[in-house]
């Protein structure tokens, strides 16, 4: 395995602590295993330009997803943040591609 890879699962398997335990205890691996491959294959056909799209993707379920879920207990606050990070997350891209 290529050292950028590796670090990058690494920080990849770091970032799903963000996730509900729960959630981690039942799907950690298997995450895990399908990042990897989707970074080998990125790395391998598509170059850097896959690599951020691929780790974009991640930060955006990241924000979308793990934390609202991590927050859950607290229902306004994580709604509040879910679509407080979606909008922030659509105007950067909006404003990047346009």
Do not use: H
């Amino acid at each position: 395995m290529k050292p950028m890879v590796r670090a990058s699962v690494y920080v990849y398997r770091s970032l799903l602590l963000v996730y509900p335990r729960e959630l981690q205890a039942r799907f950690r691996t298997d995450m895990a295993e399908v990042f990897e491959d989707l970074l080998c294959e990125a790395v391998d056909q598509g170059g850097p330009r896959d690599v951020a799209t691929l780790w974009c993707t991640v930060f955006v379920e990241l924000a979308t997803v793990a934390l609202p879920s991590r927050l859950k207990p607290n229902v306004i606050i994580a709604g509040g943040l879910s679509f407080v990070l979606s909008s922030l997350i659509t105007w950067v891209f909006l404003r990047a591609v346009g």
